[in-house]
């Protein structure tokens, strides 16, 4: 069992920040240790080495190197009954896990940093406010917990090695399967099956032919336009227009004259240059050539391509090239059946396209020479349906001959069998997966994995056991915290509490609490009211500072233990002040020793009077952290009552020493006179002495006092006081060299440090 000792010395601490070269061994330490400092001299650096040495975590030490020296990190520590630990080379000798450290680091590792309370705070605080059963009880969950994390890893492994024997089914239903002794045979078997069912997917798939669309054939435009004349062309125009063409028997004459009547808009002949005016043929030109007349002419232009569009050699063309390509279509059948190709009449269709086309282009002649008269007859109309009837039995004999060629196809492929190729397939892979079923190593996989997932079973009802006996040592320990950390908080005076504190499993075990403050909750992470903003710098440390005692006083080992404070009033008011020193009196009653360090001198010293009122004195001890040569510390010995004297009672201790014997004559003596009179004078008549006044003139404010006032009571000493002024003033000129030469004559100054003391006790001259 480990020895139960206590910190006796530091020896020595070196390559430390501020604690380069600093010796503490003429030093012993005690129950309670008080160890003052200001500000900046090195208390938290001396915190963070106990805690890296408690947590034996080297790094604590080494990120704190002194920043301008080359000395490397040291630490010497002596403990009770000779026990020696040692930091050197970067690692501690051996930890100390007795010694329980609050400082800043505690603060920002397990409480809060820059004003939020992150997860890790949370697991954090959980892992330190865990009393021994429930760490206990944490470390069996753990150790289950990776243990079937271990097990569900094995067999995550063996299912996956086995996953590539069985694609396509699940785990269980590859176990399912029976062994088939003749599992090659029926995969041949089903493999022919399927050469045969692809042959007649192949034919199935084959095209079938399409019969032959009929072409577009519409006469009906053409005859319309063909058939078409004028019927408001003025008589005697037509009549005087007619005489003349006739009398130049041209047949294309009537069109050109009315193609260069468009040129004639103007007085004058746009072919010879007369003048138009009065000529009566021009005018029965531009009666007889009207609007309807150039209507009519281009509705007649369009014959021709009306004519081409239902007459042109690519019709016939286009049912020949698909006539082959039925045919080529049921050579492709050819091999299964007996069918005929259709045979198309290329002759007899192309001659009656061509005499269609013969007899609608003379129509249109005939049109264009007499524009104004009606074209075409119900004989040519029957012509020409008769030549179009001839081309359409064409392609009605052909599309017979495909429809019967089509009937016996689709006749032959229904009579195909019909295999299911797919499943086919599937009846394959299921053969093949049984055969791997029953391989030897799948075999011995599957025994591996029936014992892996009997451990896992097994693991898992462990793990779920110390989960619950888990769960059932947290929430009695953090209840009685909660309750605990709640009744610190009060007795600080705090206007906030912990609702609730509980815990869950999320990313490892950790804790979660909310805080109540009038009426709210209090977000720990952001939110509104959030924790930066709603709590003082003051608060936050009073809740780091109770969560930090509720679990120190919560250990069952506390008796054991070395707990350290670093500043444990910093940012606290008063009435906080007091309760602090109360309950470390409380701690230090329960734990083996108890290390304070502040720089607050005060705290210190009431701290110890608590201890002495029910203590021994021999159970503290005092010492200081001190700034030596260039502006390193050391450890250094302290009177804790003269460092909390005001500045009246030192210089009235350093006369007394003085008369006493106890300190020699010099300049520190003869300097003290003054200031302690004023001292003194601003005790008996407080408020009345202006301050800031120098000493000669308070003598004179109370020389010139009305006699109402209480001043007039000390005008009986101002002759002593001028008297002795005027000795000690001589010492307290500084800027004058001369005076820095005065001579101190040992009877003159008992003299004068004896008036000034019978002028405070005696309260006359």
Same mark, same amino acid.
């Given at each position: 069992?480990?020895?139960?000792?206590?910190?006796?010395?530091?020896?020595?601490?070196?390559?430390?920040?501020?604690?380069?070269?600093?010796?503490?061994? =003429?030093?012993?330490?005690?129950?309670?240790?008080?160890?003052?400092?200001?500000?900046?001299?090195?208390?938290?650096?001396?915190?963070?080495?106990?805690?890296?040495?408690?947590?034996?975590?080297?790094?604590?030490?080494?990120?704190?190197?002194?920043?301008?020296?080359?000395?490397?990190?040291?630490? @010497?520590?002596?403990?009770?009954?000779?026990?020696?630990?040692?930091?050197?080379?970067?690692?501690?000798?051996?930890?100390?896990?007795?010694?329980?450290?609050?400082?800043?680091?505690?603060?920002?590792?397990?409480?809060?940093?820059?004003?939020?309370?992150?997860?890790?705070?949370?697991?954090?605080?959980?892992?330190?406010?865990?009393?021994?059963?429930?760490?206990?009880?944490?470390?069996?969950?753990?150790?289950?917990?990776?243990?079937?994390?271990?097990?569900?890893?094995?067999?995550?492994?063996?299912?996956?090695?086995?996953?590539?024997?069985?694609?396509?089914?699940?785990?269980?239903?590859?176990?399912?399967?029976?062994?088939?002794?003749?599992?090659?045979?029926?995969?041949?078997?089903?493999?022919?099956?399927?050469?045969?069912?692809?042959?007649?997917?192949?034919?199935?798939?084959?095209?079938?032919?399409?019969?032959?669309?009929?072409?577009?054939?519409?006469?009906?435009?053409?005859?319309?336009?063909?058939?078409?004349?004028?019927?408001?062309?003025? @008589?005697?125009?037509?009549?005087?227009?007619?005489?003349?063409?006739?009398?130049?028997?041209?047949?294309?004459?009537?069109?050109?004259?009315?193609?260069?009547?468009?040129?004639?808009?103007?007085?004058?002949?746009?072919?010879?240059?007369?003048?138009?005016?009065?000529?009566?043929?021009?005018?029965?030109?531009?009666?007889?050539?009207?609007?309807?007349?150039?209507?009519?002419?281009?509705?007649?232009?369009?014959?021709?391509?009306?004519?081409?569009?239902?007459?042109?050699?690519?019709?016939?063309?286009?049912?020949?090239?698909?006539?082959?390509?039925?045919?080529?279509?049921?050579?492709?059948?050819?091999?299964?059946?007996?069918?005929?190709? +259709?045979?198309?009449?290329?002759?007899?269709?192309?001659?009656?396209?061509?005499?269609?086309?013969?007899?609608?282009?003379?129509?249109?002649?005939?049109?264009?020479?007499?524009?104004?008269?009606?074209?075409?007859?119900?004989?040519?109309?029957?012509?020409?349906?008769?030549?179009?009837?001839?081309?359409?039995?064409?392609?009605?004999?052909?599309?017979?001959?495909?429809?019967?060629?089509?009937?016996?196809?689709?006749?032959?492929?229904?009579?195909?069998?019909?295999?299911?190729?797919?499943?086919?397939?599937?009846?394959?892979?299921?053969?093949?997966?049984?055969?791997?079923?029953?391989?030897?190593?799948?075999?011995?996989?599957?025994?591996?994995?029936?014992?892996?997932?009997?451990?896992?079973?097994?693991?898992?009802?462990?793990?779920?056991?110390?989960?619950?006996? @888990?769960?059932?040592?947290?929430?009695?320990?953090?209840?009685?915290?909660?309750?605990?950390?709640?009744?610190?908080?009060?007795?600080?005076?705090?206007?906030?509490?912990?609702?609730?504190?509980?815990?869950?499993?999320?990313?490892?075990?950790?804790?979660?609490?909310?805080?109540?403050?009038?009426?709210?909750?209090?977000? @720990?992470?952001?939110?509104?009211?959030?924790?930066?903003?709603?709590?003082?710098?003051?608060?936050?440390?009073?809740?780091?500072?109770?969560?930090?005692?509720?679990?120190?006083?919560?250990?069952?080992?506390?008796?054991?233990?070395?707990?350290?404070?670093?500043?444990?009033?910093?940012?606290?008011?008063?009435?906080?002040?007091?309760?602090? =020193?109360?309950?470390?009196?409380?701690?230090?009653?329960?734990?083996?020793?108890?290390?304070?360090?502040?720089?607050?001198?005060?705290?210190?010293?009431?701290?110890?009077?608590?201890?002495?009122?029910?203590?021994?004195?021999?159970?503290?001890?005092?010492?200081?952290?001190?700034?030596?040569?260039?502006?390193?510390?050391?450890?250094?010995?302290?009177?804790?009552?003269?460092?909390?004297?005001?500045?009246?009672?030192?210089?009235?201790?350093?006369?007394?020493?003085?008369?006493?014997?106890?300190?020699?004559?010099?300049?520190?003596?003869?300097?003290?006179?003054? +200031?302690?009179?004023?001292?003194?004078?601003?005790?008996?008549? +407080?408020?009345?002495?202006?301050?800031?006044?120098?000493?000669?003139?308070?003598?004179?404010?109370?020389?010139?006092?009305?006699?109402?006032?209480?001043?007039?009571?000390?005008?009986?000493?101002?002759?002593?006081?001028?008297?002795?002024?005027?000795?000690?003033?001589?010492?307290?000129?500084?800027?004058?060299?001369?005076?820095?030469?005065?001579?101190?004559?040992?009877?003159?100054?008992?003299?004068?440090?004896?008036?000034?003391?019978?002028?405070?006790?005696?309260?006359?001259?």
């Amino acid at each position: 069992m480990r020895s139960i000792n206590v910190l006796e010395r530091i020896n020595h601490i070196k390559g430390i920040g501020l604690l380069h070269d600093s010796a503490g061994r =003429r030093y012993t330490l005690r129950k309670a240790t008080l160890v003052y400092a200001d500000n900046g001299v090195g208390k938290s650096t001396l915190a963070s080495i106990l805690r890296s040495c408690a947590l034996d975590k080297p790094d604590l030490v080494l990120r704190r190197a002194t920043l301008d020296g080359t000395t490397q990190a040291e630490v @010497l520590f002596k403990f009770s009954n000779g026990v020696q630990v040692s930091f050197a080379d970067s690692r501690w000798s051996s930890s100390r896990p007795e010694l329980l450290v609050f400082d800043s680091d505690f603060v920002e590792q397990n409480v809060y940093a820059g004003g939020q309370v992150t997860t890790d705070h949370r697991k954090s605080l959980l892992q330190f406010a865990l009393g021994e059963r429930a760490v206990s009880a944490q470390l069996e969950y753990n150790q289950a917990d990776e243990r079937a994390s271990t097990v569900a890893q094995e067999v995550r492994d063996l299912t996956n090695r086995l996953s590539g024997f069985h694609s396509g089914i699940t785990l269980q239903q590859f176990r399912a399967l029976e062994e088939v002794r003749d599992a090659d045979a029926q995969i041949n078997l089903l493999n022919e099956q399927i050469v045969e069912a692809q042959s007649i997917r192949l034919i199935q798939a084959k095209a079938i032919p399409n019969v032959l669309r009929e072409p577009l054939f519409d006469i009906k435009p053409i005859f319309t336009i063909l058939e078409s004349s004028l019927a408001n062309i003025d @008589l005697s125009a037509e009549e005087r227009v007619r005489r003349h063409l006739e009398e130049h028997n041209e047949p294309t004459l009537e069109k050109w004259i009315s193609d260069g009547s468009s040129y004639a808009n103007g007085e004058r002949c746009p072919y010879c240059n007369q003048r138009l005016e009065g000529v009566d043929l021009i005018q029965a030109y531009r009666s007889y050539f009207n609007q309807e007349y150039t209507d009519l002419k281009q509705s007649v232009a369009t014959l021709g391509s009306l004519i081409e569009t239902n007459t042109s050699d690519v019709m016939i063309e286009r049912l020949q090239a698909g006539c082959a390509m039925v045919s080529s279509t049921l050579d492709g059948w050819k091999d299964y059946i007996d069918v005929t190709a +259709p045979t198309f009449d290329n002759a007899t269709a192309s001659a009656a396209l061509r005499e269609i086309k013969r007899l609608l282009i003379s129509r249109k002649d005939a049109k264009d020479a007499n524009l104004l008269e009606p074209v075409g007859s119900a004989e040519d109309k029957s012509a020409i349906a008769r030549l179009w009837r001839s081309i359409t039995t064409i392609i009605e004999s052909c599309n017979a001959e495909i429809s019967n060629a089509t009937s016996k196809i689709n006749a032959y492929k229904a009579g195909l069998s019909q295999l299911d190729i797919e499943g086919l397939h599937q009846r394959i892979g299921i053969l093949n997966m049984t055969k791997n079923r029953y391989r030897p190593d799948v075999l011995e996989l599957l025994s591996q994995l029936d014992l892996v997932i009997s451990r896992q079973v097994s693991a898992n009802q462990d793990k779920q056991d110390k989960k619950d006996a @888990l769960n059932q040592v947290m929430q009695g320990t953090l209840d009685s915290y909660k309750e605990r950390i709640n009744e610190l908080l009060r007795a600080f005076g705090a206007q906030f509490s912990i609702s609730s504190i509980n815990y869950d499993y999320r990313g490892g075990l950790r804790s979660n609490y909310s805080l109540f403050m009038r009426g709210s909750t209090i977000d @720990l992470s952001g939110g509104v009211p959030d924790f930066k903003t709603s709590l003082s710098e003051g608060d936050k440390r009073t809740l780091a500072f109770a969560f930090f005692i509720a679990s120190v006083e919560a250990d069952a080992n506390l008796a054991s233990r070395i707990i350290v404070i670093d500043d444990p009033m910093c940012s606290l008011d008063l009435n906080r002040k007091q309760q602090t =020193r109360t309950i470390l009196k409380r701690v230090y009653e329960q734990c083996k020793q108890l290390i304070i360090m502040a720089h607050d001198p005060h705290f210190l010293r009431n701290f110890r009077d608590d201890v002495v009122k029910t203590g021994s004195p021999q159970d503290v001890a005092c010492i200081k952290l001190k700034t030596i040569s260039n502006r390193y510390s050391d450890f250094d010995a302290i009177d804790i009552d003269k460092e909390c004297e005001g500045a009246y009672f030192k210089y009235h201790r350093i006369l007394g020493d003085y008369l006493d014997g106890t300190a020699p004559s010099s300049i520190e003596i003869a300097k003290s006179i003054r +200031p302690m009179l004023e001292g003194y004078l601003h005790r008996r008549f +407080p408020g009345l002495i202006n301050k800031g006044l120098l000493f000669g003139q308070i003598v004179a404010q109370i020389q010139s006092a009305p006699p109402s006032s209480p001043l007039t009571h000390a005008q009986n000493i101002t002759q002593e006081l001028n008297e002795i002024n005027g000795y000690a003033s001589q010492f307290h000129h500084d800027t004058d060299p001369g005076r820095n030469l005065v001579e101190i004559t040992d009877g003159e100054l008992r003299v004068f440090v004896e008036r000034a003391l019978r002028l405070i006790h005696a309260g006359i001259p």
